[in-house]
């Protein structure tokens, strides 16, 4: 009898006693244990290399979120403050990485207390309430991986996370504060296939939700896809140790890059929600295009 049946088997068990009701009992094609890898065909330029500079279209920003972006140097990253600063969570699924998921029951009644998720990616573990415990007080600390909280919506294991530090929404400078929430729903297709559909919630940086989603698969061995820990280094002597690479209002030269290459009028590579939606396409017919350098 393999691992899975036996999980299946003591709680059906626990609950033919009267020990554990049958509704609480989600059948084993509702887990999530074991390993997953994820599957790059949605959004590669922006989870493998990188989005590039000045590429806001079709993300709901408000304007302050915009200027931050327009600051972004990306030498920042090189500052040793910067270096191994970990994703959050409403991001972290996107990059490279392997999960590993498992549960924590308890003891004597068999319910699951809790869903650990272990994120290869800056090596981080996650760990989603499954006992209907509330969220802490708004002046608790905000991690990486935030407070979680989730409920199975038949196979569905929908998930609430609050208390979140400051964070990227794409990694050429669009800003995720620290009053975002996030709501997922990690739904598995069988064996072999696991969609993850994040909602991300910013009253600050996001005039409407922002939703996302990437596919994983099922895989029998484990390992790693990203070296950690990390060690800060001075990657660049000359610079003063109290500098913040950025640029200032209007100065940042790179901005204009991304339409230029690709054609896109300057004011839809801005972003904001309007050109999220089909009917920007009539509206982008009358835009200036800008000739695309060679």
Known sequence: ????????????????????PVEQLPPSEFSLSGNWMQIFHEDEPERGGGPEVGDYLGLPITNGARRVALSWDSSRMSVEEHQCQVHVVPYIYRGPTQLYFSEERDFETQHVIAIKNYISNYQQTRTIWMDDRPHPSEYAPHTWMGFSTGKWEGPVLTVYTTHIKPGFVRRNGLPESDRATLVE???????????????????VYLTEPLIKSQDF?????????????????????????EAVPNFLPG????????????????????????????????????????TPKK
């Open 217 to 241: 698969a099922f895989k029998t061995f484990t390992g790693v896809s990203w070296t950690w820990p990390c060690e800060p280094v001075t990657e660049i002597r000359e610079r003063p140790k």
């Open 1 to 20: 009898m393999n691992r899975v049946r036996v999980l299946c088997f003591v709680p059906a068990l626990l609950a033919a006693q009267g020990r554990l």
């Open 185 to 203: 729903h990690f739904i598995r297709y069988g064996n072999d296939l696991l969609t993850h559909v994040s909602i991300l919630i910013d009253p």
């Open 251 to 290: 100065e940042n030269p790179f901005v204009k890059e991304f339409p230029q290459r690709h054609g896109v009028p300057e004011e839809a590579a801005m972003g904001g929600a309007e050109t999220m939606y089909p009917e920007y396409q009539q509206k982008l017919k009358r835009m200036p295009v800008p």
